[in-house]
Nanobody
Framework: QVQLVESGGGLVQAGGSLEVSCAAS????????MGWFRQAPGKEREFVGS????????YYADSVKGRFTISRDNAKNTVYLQMSSLKPEDTAVYYC??????????????????WGQGTQVTVSS
């Protein structure tokens, strides 16, 4: 089993920056890719970005491209989501996820096997 624990998040004004992190523990060696998703009230969970492989291939949703950056610290088994130029529409619960296989779409929640508990990010206007 893999455990994912998010931290960070909180309240920030529009235009500000925030970072959330996700620490993996347990049998984290099975992880081949990590992703970030978010879910706003009344909306479906949506893909934010992902990172995989030794050369850290990254993918981002169009809505966050150029504003959000995913990074990782392999020594700490931690992935980070750095968010800048935040907008009120970025308000959501942010979840990290891990997958043990590269089958399926990287931007589909169905492709991910493990999930964190989520952390709230609120952007005020």
């Amino acid at each position: 089993q893999v455990q994912l624990v998010e931290s960070g998040g909180g309240l920030v004004q529009a235009g500000g920056s925030l970072e959330v992190s996700c620490a993996a523990s347990g049998n984290h060696f099975v992880i081949v890719s990590m992703g970030w998703f978010r879910q706003a009230p009344g909306k479906e969970r949506e893909f934010v970005g992902s990172i995989r492989g030794s050369i850290a291939v990254r993918y981002y949703a169009d809505s966050v491209k150029g504003r959000f950056t995913i990074s990782r610290d392999n020594a700490k088994n931690t992935v980070y989501l750095q968010m800048s130029s935040l907008k009120p529409e970025d308000t959501a619960v942010y979840y990290c996820a891990a997958r043990s296989s590269l089958s399926g779409r990287y931007d589909s929640s169905l492709s991910y096997d493990y999930w964190g508990q989520g952390t709230q990010v609120t952007v005020s206007s």
